[in-house]
């Protein structure tokens, strides 16, 4: 180990910028604006002016004070602990999870496919581990953070009363495992051997081809706890763990590589069910590959320590790695597996049979739909000097006005791995110039002024980005400073951040009505994330070559259904295009 991806890479990454207090307060009232009404601008102000007056200054000196006493991102620390802090099922929280498209795949058997896919994973494992893989970069050359790639393999999210951990184990060259899960019952598979190999695919096939001929299967799967709240979670686990030989199987899942589920012939694969089972899912582990029937695949992420876009990337490197030529040695090898044995008491066996229910009614909760609109991608968009994601966020604000009659928040993740341990950061995406030129729109204008406001509205929107990606954006700042406060005396010491932290309005701000992802990647058939308020929708798009990939998750709550609400997006977006194509030509 080099540590090419750390304290070699960290000199050459910028460190990520604390911003300025009052800048960020000020941008606060002026983001606010489109979401609140006047009277509730006017209290929020206030709000924020006591804040701004007595309690901001120190929270920033103790945050800067934070800032300056690290090399690494400032961060990174918070927004770990901020994600374990959650107690909800993962699964209906944060994970996500998508399909591969039909075309990236080939034409092979449900063993097989498993097969190859576990190689192709312990090849970028091993590129990763080794760190032969090389640093990426920019278009211009910039490198990028590369530590979401040793988080990916060999990590589960432990659940602990009150806070998960994350366990990491160590990566090595040699004696690596990858849990297999079939018909409830848990399987270790042998994927690197003693000496660094990576096992054959005809000793990988048999072993998985046994593994299915097995009658002996479990009664009650082990993982289902997974799903469960976390401190219920927590504690049927530690349960468990009480006895020695579950406790040491418990422990190879977690030091696995990652998990494959082969799935039977009856359940189709679809992002949802990827996403949610509710069947032979282990939902805090990092990466999760599900292999149908009939040669179709899935992936499901934990995404407490992971980044989505250099994840995609890595999935992408897989699939891609299916069609390379068997090597010689792949017809050889024996079968190396082991079928994981459990002691369960009554009260075990109870809990774990609720818990499978459990996530069944959590499974049945979300509705997805997905479409693909053509000819609505980067290239015609650029045809017309239109930058592709500022279009989509308009259209979505646009179907969201039309749906509502209002405004609430629609946020959107912007990729910020130009810093060092650079994640996600959430930015808010609606302007006052998109509510002016929407307001227009939905009102029926198509003059060269309404064209006028959609320029200054686009502008905005790429103006936002920019300050998000250069690492001034509002949200991470203010999570920064309410930690602070929460870890140095909590409200009692700091009443007006406390009145400032827990308003209604900034509540109000902070609960998206869209929670987007935009993941522009050709293997992805269809994505699933879930929504991330209570009566809200989760949106994936994807603004390909010449298509645009569109996936809505809503509750069955909701007051509209994920097709209503994805026949609303499309008519939007289609729209929108349409009339900034007649613009152009005429």
């Not at 048999?206 to 469960?228: K, R, S, V, W």
């Not at 990729?415 to 509510?435: C, D, N, P, V, W």
Request: glycine fraction near 4%; charged fraction near 20%.
């Amino acid at each position: 180990m080099t540590a090419k991806y750390s304290t070699q890479l960290l000199p050459q990454l910028a460190k990520l910028p604390l911003p300025d207090i009052d800048v960020t307060l000020s941008r606060l009232e002026e983001w606010s604006r489109p979401l609140l009404g006047e009277l509730q601008r006017t209290k929020f102000a206030d709000q924020i002016a006591a804040f701004k007056a007595n309690d901001a200054p120190e929270l920033q000196a103790l945050l800067k004070q934070r800032w300056a006493e690290t090399n690494a991102n400032w961060f990174a620390p918070i927004s770990r602990q901020h994600a374990l802090k959650s107690r909800h099922p993962l699964q209906a929280s944060s994970n996500f999870a998508f399909t591969v498209s039909s075309a990236d795949l080939l034409d092979l058997d449900q063993v097989t496919m498993a097969a190859k896919l576990l190689q192709n994973f312990a090849d970028q494992y091993l590129a990763y581990a080794s760190e032969e893989a090389p640093v990426e970069a920019t278009p211009d050359g910039q490198p990028v953070d590369m530590s979401t790639y040793q988080q990916l393999f060999r990590t589960q999210r432990q659940p602990e009363l009150g806070q998960d951990i994350l366990q990491k184990t160590r990566n090595t060259s040699k004696n690596v495992e990858v849990t297999v899960i079939y018909h409830q019952t848990v399987y270790q598979v042998r994927l690197i051997d003693h000496a660094g190999r990576v096992s054959t695919l005809h000793s990988l096939t048999e072993a998985l081809a046994q593994i299915m001929e097995n009658t002996a299967t479990d009664a009650f799967f082990i993982g289902a706890y997974t799903g469960l709240p976390r401190d219920d979670a927590a504690r049927l686990q530690q349960h468990l763990a009480t006895n020695q030989g579950n406790y040491e199987n418990l422990q190879r899942i977690s030091t696995s590589l990652l998990v494959l589920t082969l799935q039977d012939s009856n359940q189709p694969l679809t992002a949802q069910s990827t996403l949610l089972g509710p069947q032979d899912r282990i939902f805090d582990k990092t990466v999760q590959v599900i292999v149908s029937a009939d040669g179709h695949v899935g992936f499901a992420f934990e995404r407490s320590q992971t980044d989505p876009y250099p994840t995609l990337k890595l999935i992408t490197a897989v699939v891609n790695q299916l069609s390379q030529p068997a090597d010689q040695w792949d017809s050889k090898g024996k079968p190396h597996f082991q079928q994981l044995t459990w002691q369960l008491d009554h009260y075990t066996k109870e809990a774990l049979s609720e818990a499978a229910n459990k996530n069944a009614l959590i499974a049945n909760e979300l509705v997805c739909a997905s479409t693909t609109i053509q000819d609505l991608g980067n290239e015609p968009l650029k045809e017309l000097n239109i930058d592709s994601d500022a279009f989509s966020q308009i259209g979505l604000a646009l179907a969201e006005y039309r749906a509502t009659g209002g405004w609430r928040n629609i946020s959107e993740p912007v990729s910020m791995r130009h810093f060092y341990q650079g994640r996600t950061a959430s930015m808010a995406s609606i302007t006052l110039e998109e509510q002016r030129f929407i307001t227009a729109f939905a009102a029926g204008q198509r003059d060269a002024a309404t064209k006028q406001l959609f320029d200054q509205a686009m502008a905005a929107h790429n103006d936002r980005v920019i300050l998000t990606d250069d690492g001034f954006g509002i949200a991470h700042h203010l999570l920064g400073l309410q930690t602070t406060m929460t870890q140095t005396g909590g409200n009692e010491a700091f009443p007006d951040a406390a009145v400032f932290f827990h308003s209604a309005f900034l509540q109000h701000l902070a609960t998206d009505f869209f929670s987007t992802i935009n993941l522009p990647f050709e293997v992805i058939d269809s994505l699933a994330t879930v929504p991330t308020s209570a009566d809200g929708y989760g949106i994936y798009y994807g603004v390909l070559k010449t298509k645009l990939s569109l996936t809505v998750s809503a509750w069955k709550t909701n007051s509209f259904t994920a097709e209503e609400l994805l026949t609303n997006t499309i008519d939007s977006l289609t729209e929108l295009a349409d009339w900034l194509t007649a613009q152009y030509k005429g």
